[in-house]
């Protein structure tokens, strides 16, 4: 094995999107309103992370407490199901602007690439 094979490579946001993301949020964890403190990627980035610079947009970033086992950042990873029906997570294809995502105060926001939120309404309900 080579040694530059051993070297990491970045595959999250750089710092001034992290920073977007935390004032976003306030610092509070989008799930619980707890202090946050991590990056959780709404489209998954997949094993070994991805080139693909839309992975690091804003609008696929949220910020949550805990890492990706424990508090809300491991309970979205370990409930996948519900963080797909919350916005926490996003499919492979989708837009993440268009995918709503439920706060933790009951609100549901579109998140979009500058920063910002808009909010999304009352859920639809069959």
Request: net charge positive.
């Amino acid at each position: 094995m080579s040694r530059a094979s051993n070297v990491r490579r970045p595959t999250g946001p750089d710092f001034w999107t992290r920073e977007l993301i935390r004032l976003r949020f306030a610092g509070r964890c989008c799930r619980c309103g707890k202090d946050g403190w991590t990056i959780q990627h709404r489209t998954p980035r997949a094993l070994g992370g991805t080139k693909d610079p839309a992975i690091n947009a804003p609008s696929n970033l949220l910020w949550v407490c805990g890492d990706g086992t424990r508090g809300c950042h491991g309970h979205m990873e370990s409930h996948r199901t519900e963080s797909y029906e919350k916005g926490w997570l996003v499919r492979h294809g989708t837009s993440p602007e268009a995918v709503a995502v439920h706060l933790w105060d009951g609100r549901r926001v579109l998140l979009d690439n500058t920063g910002n939120w808009s909010h999304a309404g009352s859920p639809r309900h069959p």
